[in-house]
């Protein structure tokens, strides 16, 4: 017996040696410099001059510059012809798109979308906060042909749209002001009063506006925290699109929202 276990008395092996601190790798410092400046735009949410990002991002105008001309000829910038202020380009809202796709709101919402423009007939848009406004990042086109031209990318006005005045209504207040300072929209006297009202009845509805012949219903999609995370707004023809308080877009509006925030919570 004492020989079959003589190997309990065996000295364990010492133990690997743990490396205090990974080696660090080495990377493109370039590739480094020019994120400094696509993260100086995200921080400042608006188009900056060359001057004003240069500075943000801790380099001359002329290193700037070198830098912004590979990241527009890449397309994650781009230079407004009017301004000459710099932007996030095309391939910075793809790669952005592809990240709101694997965010639990999105998600959630994506697959009703198609339902609801299926039920009511009317086209559905899926808005989320963006630096300009409130974007559209998802759209769903419904049966009845709509005169207007909407798509994914595509900015709300903030007072001229149902979407709009539901991002007012119950988004960040902070982040309210820096969208309305990019639009640079003129508050209305009555504005305030028509947000409360909002507020009171969790949808927002516009008839003809803001263009002619096109009416729409929007509701605000909360998390578990009620943090507003989306906007789903449901758009068809004057006249088509029921917009009664109680009636039945709606009520179908109400009801995706409901089960989306239930699955959030």
């Not at 364990?12 to 993260?39: C, F, H, M, N, Y």
């Not at 710099?86 to 592809?98: T, V």
């Not at 994506?110 to 998802?138: C, D, K």
């Not at 002001?177 to 509805?205: F, K, T, V, Y």
Request: hydrophobic share 45%.
């Amino acid at each position: 017996m004492i020989a079959e276990c003589s190997w309990l008395a065996r000295p364990l092996p010492p133990p690997k040696p743990t490396p205090a601190k990974q080696k660090k790798q080495r990377g493109i410092q370039s590739v480094e410099v020019g994120a400094r400046l696509l993260d100086a735009l995200v921080a400042h949410r608006e188009p900056l001059a060359l001057s004003a990002l240069a500075e943000a991002a801790g380099l001359s105008t002329a290193q700037a510059h070198t830098y912004l001309v590979s990241l527009t000829h890449l397309g994650l910038v781009k230079r407004d012809a009017l301004t000459g202020n710099y932007e996030p380009g095309p391939l910075s809202l793809r790669l952005g798109l592809l990240n709101l796709e694997h965010q639990s709101a999105y998600r959630a919402a994506a697959p009703r979308v198609s339902a609801l423009a299926f039920a009511t007939g009317m086209s559905v848009a899926v808005s989320v906060a963006g630096p300009q406004g409130p974007t559209i990042v998802r759209y769903e086109r419904g049966g009845y042909p709509l005169h207007v031209n909407l798509h994914v990318g595509t900015v709300m006005s903030l007072s001229a749209t149902s979407t709009g005045r539901v991002f007012r209504a119950f988004d960040d207040e902070t982040r309210i002001a820096a969208m309305l300072a990019h639009q640079a929209e003129a508050d209305a006297p009555e504005m305030a009063a028509r947000i409360g009202e909002i507020r009171a009845r969790g949808i927002e509805r516009g008839l003809d506006a803001p263009s002619p012949g096109v009416s729409s219903m929007s509701v605000p999609v909360f998390d578990g925290a009620q943090r507003l995370q989306l906007a789903l707004t449901a758009i068809g023809p004057t006249g088509l699109c029921d917009v009664a308080w109680d009636g039945p877009v709606a009520r179908a509006l109400k009801d995706a929202a409901r089960d989306i925030t239930g699955l959030l919570s």
